[in-house]
Every structure is written in structure tokens, then in C-alpha cells.
């Protein structure tokens, strides 16, 4: 066989093969050859019949051949059956029998194993139909066959061999073609296609057939063919009919008395060619045709193979092909001949001269063609998909480095580098001859992305080949690639002059400086790193430092990380004491504003003893940064040198500051003066006078107030809780006149009053707590105590009831003693176990 893709000349030649359309097809064609080639050389084809073991193709001499399917004649098999060209051959299921008729009137069955039941018979007639039974090659079947010529006859063996002929049907206009399958034979006549019942002996109807006056249908062969038992495809001039033959209900069969069976037309439609053979394939239909147009010189057209999808009155074309088959143009439509092998999808076409076998593309046939039409990646998902399962020649690398190669041709290097992730798997060395591709172009940038980073490692050239291109082309990227890429891939010293080479060449390129800093971390040099991040004012230093434990690395960088990012500096500094505080004290000495920071943000968070380490010093930073926390750090804490604090104070003015101050180191009359004098604070002054309740403060803030009108009315409204009023009211000049005098004597008599009746109700209530708190004192002592046989002596410890009389002492602690165990009694006042110092009996210390 040859591929029909393969053509052997260009031009006219009749011997090229079938031409392929750019849609893409469904059937490869491939030109039968062998000797076949000389057969039809010297003869030519009439008619065909195909099995799965052979094919069987007649003669316009009336020579059936028995070739194999790719050709070859099988020896001792070409038989001189007719006389002239043989009309019709027909196989029986098993291919153990042929039978063939011709225009000689002779019907010939021919066993290929066995010659007992071989027939020849003349039926002095022209017979241009035969049927063979397809269960023929069984000794019970009766051995039957069917003929038609002017009417159609079934013929059965029986005694002795005996051929009896039963007329199946009567004249209508001559029996064109025959076909058989199962129980059921259909044959057209002139007038149309009869459908037989030969188990119930009757017909199941007749389809009537169109005449048209351009096309009678006695001028045009009817096409018959069996899909399963059940269904009949007709192809009869240019129309086609599916037929489906269905089982009655029983109430219609017992009611009516119809045949069990009928036929049931599923679809009927025209197309625009003459059909010359039809056959089946899966859900579609497979027609061959010659065109009803002549070309410019009057002579036949190629004959068409198209697959199209049937409907109920129309159909859908899914391919057709143009097939330049020898003598074509000489030929009409009954000299083409189509037959199949159903289940493997082979379809034989048949002309004079020629014959090729149609098939349906299988997965590498498919792949191939998609691959010749540059249809690239339809051609990888089909190898990706189930069809990939069926190729034989084609495999998922090869496809895709196919398509590799057009991307890069075409300039699309992106998708190229997509591509190798989804066809170069694991294999190390693919991928390393498909990356020197993209490095012939310049394009390493294109796959950098997608190159094999976990299992698979490539040879570390190939990663620096790609960070020196990204180096030379696009520093960001190779930013984006360091920080991506293990340095396990690839030489860092290498990568790390190149960079140097750079930047001595672009010094200000931030993004090559900071590639740089984290490749010295890769080698180690965290100095260095160091020093880079901070000359960036990178914040990844802090991720750089606590990655590798570098806390005693950078004590003299402290300050330089403050600049960078204070706050992070100063959590990172904190967390978990990374660095000592004294260190970060020292090198922040001279800033006082990190300073600040710093020890602001550790006394919020230190929870050890020595938190108050450094609130000395930060007393005088809260006095230059942030007044608002000075006096409750004063209050809180007792650990800072409180004359000192007291000079911050005085210095800066900070009265209430220094109030305070001198309240703790007893100077309140000093630190009342500055209430009233500076601050002029009345409500804060009384508060320190109740405060330190002190005689002499009471009288320093009345002093005070006594040649100042407005303080008088405003003491004498608050310290009638305080003091006794005639403190104030006895020092007053008479002659000072005092707003709101009146006011203030009734608030102030009103609040010693309150303060004489709260005294008198708290000396109630002593005297009746007093009282009550005897009377239940003595109402206890009343209770008696109990006693039972398993309390102690808690001198000898033996069990305090006994039976001999024995006198017991109790103590209101409830420990219990025998008399004569305590000696002493008289001398002693409490218990000799709850007080022991106090025991003096023998053996107690």
C-alpha cells in the first residue's frame, strides 16, 4: 500500500493520489497496489465484495480475484466464474462461501475450503443481483441464496442436494440490487425498495421512489446497505434514506393482523451528486458520488467521498475529498463501487482501473496532518488527550519540540517558554538544548521563569547564562531572580563579580546594589550585606539579621538602623533582649531622640527587676520630649535620683512637676507655695493639705488666703469638711470686704455641721459595734465543746476520753489535755501548742 498523501508525480497524472483539503479530515486514503496493479493492467473491475480475511473483486471478463487487503493475490484463488463481467458478489458472514452472477445467466457458489456444496447454475436468464445467506456457511441453514433479475427468487437445498426455487416477489420493473442481513432482505426494483420478512414470509412494505425526467432511477445502480440487522441505508440517485425496520405493538399486531415488524423512514434528504456507494460510520454516513456537472472539455468530474451527519429531511457535511482515481474521466456513476468493513471503519472504492481504501485517521495520523498545516498545538492537545494513548509515532516531546521550534522561529518566545514547562517534563537534557535555543536568540528571559528548580537541577551554566542576560538586559529582573532563585543553582562568586563589573559601570543602580547585598548573604559576608542594605536604606536588613543571628554583628549599627526604620529597630532591639540594653544605651548616647525612643519603648514593655534602671535618664529625655509622661513616671517609680529630677524641673519651671518633688522629700510648705503662688491652684492645694494633714499646712494656705478675697470665699466653701472653720474665721480682718461672704458662711457652717454629725454617727456606731461584738464574745465562750473517743491529748497523745476519771483541759483554741499532762496549769495563760514559747512542761522546748 502507499499513502495517498504521498504522490508519485505532480500535475494530471491519473495515477496521483487522493488530494487532501485543508479542513482537517476525518479518512486517509491509500491506493491499493501489489498485484493488483496487474490485474487491472490487463482486465478491469466490475464489481467488489470485502471480508475481513479477503476481498473479492470481479471482472469485466468475468474473473473473480481473491486478493488480501493490501492487494495480493492469493494463489490458486482467481476463478474463471462467467463468461462476461460479473454483475454482483456477495460473502457469507463467516467467508467460507462466495457466490457471484453475471449477464451469462449463471450463478456461481464457490466454497474456499470445502467444494461439497459449490454451485454453478444457468438460469437462461440475465441476472443482475445475488444474495447469499450470511449463516450460509452452516450445515443446518438450508444453504439459501437469492437472485433477482425480473422477479426475486429464493433458493434452498434440500434431499439429495435438490435446489428448490420460492419467487419472493413477482416483476416491478426488474430486481436492480439485493441485500441481506438477519431475517430480513431488501431489494429495488424500478419502482422502489421492498423490505422482506423471510421468517414470516411477507413484505413489510414498499419505499416508492421519485422519478425525476433527468435522472429516471432504472439509469442509476440503488445502493443498499445493511447497518446491523435492523437498519438499511439507501443511496438511489441523488437521494438518501435511513430506514430503521421496529417491532409493532401486540395490540396492533392482534388487532389489525399486520406484519410484526414494520419500516420506519428515520430520515430522507438530497444532496447535489449522484451516489455511487454508501456505507456506514458510527452515527454518520459515508457517501461516495460523481458530480452532476461535466468540466469545460464534457468529461466526468473526480468522484467526492464525503462524511456527513444525517437529520430527519437534512444533513450537515463534516469532510469531503476530491479523489483522482484512474480513467476518472471517462467514468460515470454506476462505475464506482463503495463496500466497508463496518467494525473496523474501512471503506474500499472501487473504479475500473483502480481501487483505494479509505480509513479513518487514527491518533498519529491526525497529529501528523496538524502538524503539516502548522495547526501546532492542536496537535500537542491531542497528544496530551486520550489520542495520545493510541500513537504509535508520535509522542508529547516530539510534538512539542516541533512546536518549540515554529515559536521560536515566529518570534513568540514567551509561549515558547510556557511551552517547555508543559512538554519537557523532568528530562534534564532536554531542557538544557532547548534553553541554548532561547540563548542563540537572546530570549533566556523568556523561560527564566519556568526552568526546573526542585527535583531536577539543570547544570549550573545555564542558570548563570540566564542571570547574565537578565543582568546585561533588565536589572530588575535579575533583582527578582536573586531573591527568587536558590543560590545553590548557580555560582554566586561568579554572578557576584559580574555585578561588581556593573556597578563600577552604573553606580547608582539601586536595584543591582541590593541584588548585590543579598547575594554577599548567600556567600556569608553578612558585613558586608550589612552594609549595602543600610547604604540602600533597605528594611530587609531586619529580616537579614534575625534570619542568620547576626545580633552581635551589628552593635555598631544600631544608631544606622534607628535612621533606617526607628520603630522596627527598636521591637527588633526589644524582642527577646536581642541586644543588651546597656549596648544600645551606649550607641544612642549621643542621639537623644532615639534615646528617648528607646528607653520610652522599653519601660512600656520591661517587666524585670531592673525596669527602673534607666529612669533616671529618663526622667531629663521626658523633660525635653514628652513633658505629658514626666509626672506619672515621677509618681510610678522610686528609681531615680530625686534632687536631680527636682533641678530638671526647676530649670524647665515644671511647678507641678516640682510639686510633687518636694512633697516626697518633706519640703511641703516649699511645694504649697508653689501651688498657690505659681500655679495658684486652691482645689490642689487643699487636696496636698488633706493629703499630709498637716496642722501647719492648714494654717501656711489660710495665711496665704487672708489678704486675698476671692481664696477666703473659696476656703471657706472647702475646708469646712477639713478643719474646724474658726481656723480661718477668726483670722479675717474685719474691715476686708469678701465677695460672696454669705455664701460661703452658710456652705462652710453647712459642712462642719455635716462633719460634727458624721463624727457623732461614727461614735454611734463604734459604741453599738463595741457591744455587739462583746455580747457575741460571751455567747461563744457559753458554748459548749465536743468531745468524742477519737480526738488526742495533745501532750501525750493518747486518746483524751478514757476510763478512769481524769480531769481535761480545753483551750478555746479547742486543743484538748489531759490535767495531770500539764503540770504547770497554773502557770500557764494559752495554749501550749498554739503558743510553745510559752510551755515550760517537762520535755517541750
Given at each position: 500500500?502507499?499513502?495517498?498523501?504521498?504522490?508519485?508525480?505532480?500535475?494530471?497524472?491519473?495515477?496521483?493520489?487522493?488530494?487532501?483539503?485543508?479542513?482537517?479530515?476525518?479518512?486517509?486514503?491509500?491506493?491499493?497496489?501489489?498485484?493488483?496493479?496487474?490485474?487491472?493492467?490487463?482486465?478491469?473491475?466490475?464489481?467488489?465484495?470485502?471480508?475481513?480475511?479477503?476481498?473479492?473483486?470481479?471482472?469485466?471478463?468475468?474473473?473473480?480475484?481473491?486478493?488480501?487487503?493490501?492487494?495480493?493475490?492469493?494463489?490458486?484463488?482467481?476463478?474463471?466464474?462467467?463468461?462476461?463481467?460479473?454483475?454482483?458478489?456477495?460473502?457469507?458472514?463467516?467467508?467460507?462461501?462466495?457466490?457471484?452472477?453475471?449477464?451469462?445467466?449463471?450463478?456461481?457458489?464457490?466454497?474456499?475450503?470445502?467444494?461439497?456444496?459449490?454451485?454453478?447454475?444457468?438460469?437462461?436468464?440475465?441476472?443482475?443481483?445475488?444474495?447469499?445467506?450470511?449463516?450460509?456457511?452452516?450445515?443446518?441453514?438450508?444453504?439459501?441464496?437469492?437472485?433477482?433479475?425480473?422477479?426475486?427468487?429464493?433458493?434452498?437445498?434440500?434431499?439429495?442436494?435438490?435446489?428448490?426455487?420460492?419467487?419472493?416477489?413477482?416483476?416491478?420493473?426488474?430486481?436492480?440490487?439485493?441485500?441481506?442481513?438477519?431475517?430480513?432482505?431488501?431489494?429495488?426494483?424500478?419502482?422502489?425498495?421492498?423490505?422482506?420478512?423471510?421468517?414470516?414470509?411477507?413484505?413489510?412494505?414498499?419505499?416508492?421512489?421519485?422519478?425525476?425526467?433527468?435522472?429516471?432511477?432504472?439509469?442509476?445502480?440503488?445502493?443498499?446497505?445493511?447497518?446491523?440487522?435492523?437498519?438499511?441505508?439507501?443511496?438511489?440517485?441523488?437521494?438518501?434514506?435511513?430506514?430503521?425496520?421496529?417491532?409493532?405493538?401486540?395490540?396492533?399486531?392482534?388487532?389489525?393482523?399486520?406484519?410484526?415488524?414494520?419500516?420506519?423512514?428515520?430520515?430522507?434528504?438530497?444532496?447535489?451528486?449522484?451516489?455511487?456507494?454508501?456505507?456506514?460510520?458510527?452515527?454518520?454516513?459515508?457517501?461516495?458520488?460523481?458530480?452532476?456537472?461535466?468540466?469545460?472539455?464534457?468529461?466526468?468530474?473526480?468522484?467526492?467521498?464525503?462524511?456527513?451527519?444525517?437529520?430527519?429531511?437534512?444533513?450537515?457535511?463534516?469532510?469531503?475529498?476530491?479523489?483522482?482515481?484512474?480513467?476518472?474521466?471517462?467514468?460515470?456513476?454506476?462505475?464506482?463501487?463503495?463496500?466497508?468493513?463496518?467494525?473496523?471503519?474501512?471503506?474500499?472504492?472501487?473504479?475500473?482501473?483502480?481501487?483505494?481504501?479509505?480509513?479513518?485517521?487514527?491518533?498519529?495520523?491526525?497529529?501528523?496532518?496538524?502538524?503539516?498545516?502548522?495547526?501546532?498545538?492542536?496537535?500537542?492537545?491531542?497528544?496530551?488527550?486520550?489520542?495520545?494513548?493510541?500513537?504509535?509515532?508520535?509522542?508529547?516531546?516530539?510534538?512539542?519540540?516541533?512546536?518549540?521550534?515554529?515559536?521560536?522561529?515566529?518570534?513568540?518566545?514567551?509561549?515558547?517558554?510556557?511551552?517547555?514547562?508543559?512538554?519537557?517534563?523532568?528530562?534534564?537534557?532536554?531542557?538544557?538544548?532547548?534553553?541554548?535555543?532561547?540563548?542563540?536568540?537572546?530570549?533566556?528571559?523568556?523561560?527564566?521563569?519556568?526552568?526546573?528548580?526542585?527535583?531536577?537541577?539543570?547544570?549550573?551554566?545555564?542558570?548563570?547564562?540566564?542571570?547574565?542576560?537578565?543582568?546585561?538586559?533588565?536589572?530588575?529582573?535579575?533583582?527578582?531572580?536573586?531573591?527568587?532563585?536558590?543560590?545553590?543553582?548557580?555560582?554566586?562568586?561568579?554572578?557576584?563579580?559580574?555585578?561588581?563589573?556593573?556597578?563600577?559601570?552604573?553606580?547608582?543602580?539601586?536595584?543591582?546594589?541590593?541584588?548585590?547585598?543579598?547575594?554577599?548573604?548567600?556567600?556569608?559576608?553578612?558585613?558586608?550585606?550589612?552594609?549595602?542594605?543600610?547604604?540602600?536604606?533597605?528594611?530587609?536588613?531586619?529580616?537579614?539579621?534575625?534570619?542568620?543571628?547576626?545580633?552581635?554583628?551589628?552593635?555598631?549599627?544600631?544608631?544606622?538602623?534607628?535612621?533606617?526604620?526607628?520603630?522596627?529597630?527598636?521591637?527588633?532591639?526589644?524582642?527577646?533582649?536581642?541586644?543588651?540594653?546597656?549596648?544600645?544605651?551606649?550607641?544612642?548616647?549621643?542621639?537623644?531622640?532615639?534615646?528617648?525612643?528607646?528607653?520610652?519603648?522599653?519601660?512600656?514593655?520591661?517587666?524585670?527587676?531592673?525596669?527602673?534602671?534607666?529612669?533616671?535618664?529618663?526622667?531629663?529625655?521626658?523633660?525635653?520630649?514628652?513633658?505629658?509622661?514626666?509626672?506619672?513616671?515621677?509618681?510610678?517609680?522610686?528609681?531615680?535620683?530625686?534632687?536631680?529630677?527636682?533641678?530638671?524641673?526647676?530649670?524647665?519651671?515644671?511647678?507641678?512637676?516640682?510639686?510633687?518633688?518636694?512633697?516626697?522629700?518633706?519640703?511641703?510648705?516649699?511645694?504649697?507655695?508653689?501651688?498657690?503662688?505659681?500655679?495658684?491652684?486652691?482645689?490642689?492645694?487643699?487636696?496636698?493639705?488633706?493629703?499630709?494633714?498637716?496642722?501647719?499646712?492648714?494654717?501656711?494656705?489660710?495665711?496665704?488666703s487672708l489678704d486675698k478675697p476671692e481664696a477666703i470665699t473659696f476656703l471657706l466653701q472647702k475646708i469646712g469638711t477639713y478643719v474646724d472653720p474658726r481656723l480661718i474665721v477668726q483670722k479675717i480682718e474685719p474691715s476686708l470686704e469678701i465677695p460672696g461672704l454669705k455664701k460661703a458662711l452658710v456652705k462652710m457652717m453647712r459642712d462642719y455641721n455635716l462633719q460634727v454629725s458624721?463624727?457623732?454617727?461614727?461614735?454611734?456606731?463604734?459604741?453599738?459595734?463595741?457591744?455587739?461584738?462583746?455580747?457575741?464574745?460571751?455567747?461563744?465562750?457559753?458554748?459548749?465543746?465536743?468531745?468524742?473517743?477519737?480526738?488526742?491529748?495533745?501532750?501525750?497523745?493518747?486518746?483524751?476520753?478514757?476510763?478512769?476519771?481524769?480531769?481535761?483541759?480545753?483551750?478555746?483554741?479547742?486543743?484538748?489535755?489531759?490535767?495531770?499532762?500539764?503540770?504547770?496549769?497554773?502557770?500557764?495563760?494559752?495554749?501550749?501548742?498554739?503558743?510553745?514559747?510559752?510551755?515550760?512542761?517537762?520535755?517541750?522546748?
Open positions: 500500500m502507499e499513502n495517498s498523501a504521498d504522490k508519485e508525480e505532480q500535475g494530471n497524472q491519473d495515477d496521483s493520489d487522493s488530494e487532501v483539503d485543508e479542513i482537517e479530515p476525518r479518512l486517509k486514503y491509500i491506493r491499493m497496489r501489489n498485484d493488483l496493479e496487474q490485474i487491472l493492467q490487463n482486465d478491469a473491475a466490475s464489481c467488489i465484495a470485502v471480508h475481513t480475511k479477503f476481498l473479492c473483486l470481479g471482472s469485466h471478463w468475468g474473473m473473480i480475484h481473491l486478493l488480501d487487503h493490501q492487494g495480493n493475490n492469493i494463489q490458486s484463488k482467481t476463478l474463471q466464474a462467467h463468461a462476461v463481467a460479473v454483475n454482483e458478489i456477495s460473502i457469507d458472514q463467516n467467508g467460507d462461501y462466495i457466490a457471484s452472477c453475471s449477464d451469462d445467466g449463471k450463478v456461481y457458489i464457490y466454497g474456499l475450503y470445502s467444494s461439497d456444496d459449490n454451485l454453478n447454475m444457468s438460469m437462461g436468464r440475465l441476472v443482475k443481483s445475488i444474495a447469499i445467506d450470511p449463516k450460509y456457511y452452516k450445515s443446518g441453514s438450508g444453504r439459501r441464496f437469492i437472485t433477482g433479475d425480473d422477479k426475486l427468487v429464493l433458493y434452498e437445498k434440500t434431499f439429495l442436494s435438490r435446489v428448490k426455487p420460492v419467487v419472493l416477489c413477482e416483476a416491478e420493473g426488474g430486481v436492480r440490487s439485493t441485500a441481506w442481513a438477519g431475517e430480513f432482505v431488501a431489494w429495488a426494483s424500478d419502482i422502489g425498495v421492498r423490505i422482506y420478512d423471510l421468517n414470516a414470509c411477507c413484505s413489510l412494505g414498499l419505499i416508492k421512489w421519485t422519478r425525476s425526467a433527468d435522472a429516471l432511477p432504472e439509469h442509476y445502480r440503488c445502493n443498499l446497505r445493511w447497518s446491523g440487522d435492523r437498519t438499511l441505508l439507501i443511496g438511489w440517485v441523488d437521494t438518501v434514506r435511513v430506514c430503521q425496520i421496529k417491532k409493532r405493538l401486540m395490540q396492533d399486531i392482534t388487532n389489525r393482523d399486520l406484519p410484526e415488524y414494520f419500516v420506519d423512514p428515520v430520515s430522507t434528504f438530497q444532496v447535489d451528486f449522484y451516489i455511487s456507494g454508501i456505507a456506514p460510520l458510527d452515527n454518520q454516513l459515508v457517501l461516495l458520488g460523481c458530480s452532476k456537472e461535466l468540466d469545460e472539455n464534457g468529461k466526468s468530474q473526480r468522484p467526492t467521498l464525503q462524511v456527513i451527519e444525517p437529520k430527519y429531511q437534512d444533513f450537515s457535511e463534516i469532510c469531503a475529498n476530491s479523489l483522482t482515481l484512474r480513467g476518472y474521466k471517462e467514468y460515470g456513476c454506476n462505475d464506482y463501487h463503495l463496500d466497508c468493513l463496518v467494525h473496523e471503519n474501512r471503506f474500499f472504492i472501487v473504479s475500473p482501473k483502480d481501487i483505494v481504501i479509505a480509513s479513518l485517521y487514527d491518533a498519529d495520523d491526525r497529529i501528523e496532518w496538524l502538524l503539516a498545516h502548522k495547526k501546532f498545538e492542536e496537535a500537542l492537545e491531542a497528544v496530551m488527550t486520550n489520542d495520545g494513548k493510541d500513537c504509535k509515532k508520535h509522542s508529547l516531546i516530539y510534538v512539542g519540540r516541533i512546536y518549540l521550534d515554529h515559536l521560536l522561529n515566529s518570534g513568540k518566545y514567551d509561549e515558547a517558554g510556557k511551552l517547555c514547562l508543559k512538554v519537557l517534563g523532568r528530562d534534564k537534557k532536554l531542557w538544557e538544548e532547548e534553553v541554548y535555543k532561547f540563548a542563540r536568540v537572546h530570549q533566556l528571559r523568556s523561560i527564566s521563569s519556568y526552568l526546573p528548580r526542585g527535583d531536577v537541577i539543570l547544570d549550573p551554566n545555564v542558570y548563570e547564562m540566564v542571570l547574565f542576560e537578565y543582568l546585561n538586559m533588565d536589572p530588575e529582573g535579575f533583582l527578582h531572580l536573586v531573591k527568587e532563585w536558590s543560590p545553590k543553582l548557580y555560582n554566586v562568586a561568579a554572578i557576584v563579580n559580574g555585578v561588581i563589573d556593573h556597578i563600577i559601570q552604573n553606580p547608582h543602580q539601586t536595584a543591582l546594589l541590593e541584588a548585590l547585598a543579598i547575594l554577599y548573604s548567600h556567600e556569608g559576608k553578612y558585613d558586608k550585606a550589612l552594609a549595602m542594605y543600610l547604604k540602600l536604606r533597605h528594611k530587609d536588613v531586619f529580616q537579614l539579621i534575625q534570619k542568620h543571628q547576626l545580633c552581635s554583628s551589628i552593635h555598631d549599627m544600631i544608631e544606622g538602623l534607628m535612621n533606617l526604620d526607628a520603630e522596627r529597630a527598636i521591637r527588633f532591639f526589644l524582642e527577646k533582649d536581642r541586644i543588651p540594653s546597656d549596648v544600645v544605651v551606649e550607641k544612642l548616647k549621643n542621639n537623644h531622640w532615639y534615646l528617648y525612643m528607646y528607653l520610652d519603648a522599653r519601660d512600656k514593655t520591661d517587666t524585670k527587676d531592673s525596669k527602673g534602671k534607666y529612669h533616671g535618664l529618663l526622667v531629663r529625655l521626658y523633660a525635653d520630649y514628652s513633658r505629658d509622661k514626666l509626672l506619672p513616671l515621677l509618681r510610678r517609680s522610686d528609681n531615680y535620683p530625686i534632687q536631680q529630677a527636682l533641678d530638671i524641673c526647676s530649670q524647665r519651671y515644671f511647678y507641678p512637676e516640682m510639686v510633687y518633688l518636694l512633697g516626697r522629700i518633706g519640703n511641703t510648705s516649699e511645694a504649697l507655695a508653689l501651688m498657690t503662688r505659681k500655679l495658684n491652684d486652691m482645689e490642689s492645694a487643699i487636696a496636698f493639705c488633706q493629703e499630709h494633714d498637716d496642722e501647719e499646712l492648714w494654717n501656711d494656705l489660710v495665711n496665704y458624721v463624727q457623732e454617727g461614727y461614735k454611734k456606731i463604734l459604741s453599738s459595734d463595741y457591744f455587739n461584738l462583746h455580747d457575741r464574745l460571751v455567747r461563744s465562750h457559753q458554748k459548749g465543746i465536743f468531745m468524742d473517743d477519737d480526738q488526742m491529748c495533745g501532750a501525750c497523745q493518747r486518746k483524751i476520753i478514757v476510763r478512769e476519771p481524769r480531769n481535761l483541759v480545753i483551750f478555746y483554741c479547742k486543743h484538748s489535755f489531759h490535767e495531770d499532762c500539764l503540770p504547770n496549769l497554773k502557770l500557764l495563760d494559752n495554749c501550749v501548742i498554739c503558743n510553745p514559747q510559752k510551755d515550760t512542761s517537762p520535755g517541750r522546748k
